[in-house]
């Protein structure tokens, strides 16, 4: 049989039926977690009536493929999928990166490929740009276009280390996490720099790590010798140690960085779950559908993707 041809006879089976053969292969009860919209709050409702779908089970296993997002949506999902679960896994074919990493952080192990990335966890915020550009008054007011933002200020997302490098390169903030009271105190008062912008910078940056420590500790280096020290350094080195959030983490490196505990997907496995994975994504762009959470019994949760109006 050529490659063509098992992939057309591979297209005709449900998702669900593949689902099926992936369980066999795992010896788990599998769950997909596939989408093309941010991890949020959304997610964890409908993922949680899944899981109660098929009970609590000794051995659960998640395919996850997402680019990530919101960090405290992420972390408590993953509190909602350890209590259905004695040893959970997560299989990771193309990428999980973000907050899906640190969903991931919750698993007794992670399933890797060689095309599988994980992604730094450093914070992004969602920022008022008013926080971002000091406001110079408008000769005659406020312009038309500042009156209608009044209401609803526009959010500019930006890293919350990009922030920091500026704070470390003006002097304001030393690379040992100190403040100089004198030059805060310049900018602040020039306007140059806002307090509330300051503060959700600490803010995203503590818990990041927080979100990350108690998820290593709690589940995947859980029993190791001095398992709170492994944590929070493997925390700091994803919360810390890369410059860019897309910065491709692949297998090696998660087992030998970072001392994650990854393992090599079989080859079948890899197949098979890059194959579904593919198989929705097409489902995705073809149907509007922003989320499928799917398991062997079919009947998927699909969320539909809603245009901003």
């Not at 896994?89 to 990335?117: H, N, Q, W, Y």
């Not at 001095?226 to 929070?232: D, E, G, I, L, N």
Request: hydrophobic share 35%; glycine share 6%; net charge negative.
């Amino acid at each position: 049989m050529t490659t063509t041809e098992k992939q057309n006879q591979d297209e005709k089976k449900s998702a669900a039926q593949v689902i099926g053969e992936i369980e066999e292969i795992t010896n788990s009860r599998v769950i997909s977690f596939v989408g093309r919209r941010s991890l949020g709050t959304w997610d964890i409702l409908p993922f949680h009536r899944v899981l109660a779908g098929i009970s609590h089970q000794e051995q659960l296993s998640v395919i996850v493929q997402s680019l990530g997002e919101f960090s405290d949506d992420a972390f408590k999902l993953a509190r909602v999928i350890r209590e259905f679960g004695d040893e959970v896994s997560f299989i990771v074919p193309s990428v999980a990166k973000s907050a899906a990493t640190l969903l991931c952080l919750s698993g007794d192990r992670i399933l890797m490929g060689p095309t599988s990335e994980l992604g730094p966890t450093n914070p992004m915020m969602y920022v008022d740009e008013r926080l971002i550009t000091p406001t110079v008054p408008e000769p005659g007011g406020l312009s038309a276009d500042r009156e209608e933002r009044e209401g609803q200020p526009k959010q500019r997302q930006m890293a919350a280390l990009a922030l920091r490098d500026f704070l470390i390169a003006a002097g304001v903030l030393t690379s040992q996490g100190a403040y100089d009271p004198e030059k805060l105190s310049v900018y602040m008062t020039n306007g140059i720099l806002n307090p509330f912008l300051l503060g959700d910078f600490e803010r995203s940056g503590k818990t990041s790590m927080q979100y990350a420590e108690t998820l290593l500790r709690d589940h995947m280096f859980k029993g190791k010798k001095s398992a709170a020290k492994a944590a929070r350094e493997t925390a700091r080195k994803l919360c810390e140690g890369y410059f860019d959030h897309a910065y491709p983490i692949v297998r090696q490196e998660a087992r030998d960085e970072l001392n994650l505990n990854v393992e090599d997907m079989p080859d079948e496995l890899f197949e098979k779950t890059s194959d579904l994975v593919s198989a929705y994504d097409r489902m995705l762009s073809d149907q509007n559908i922003a989320r499928i959470i799917e398991t062997s019994t079919g009947n998927p949760w699909t969320v539909h993707w809603k245009e901003p109006t």
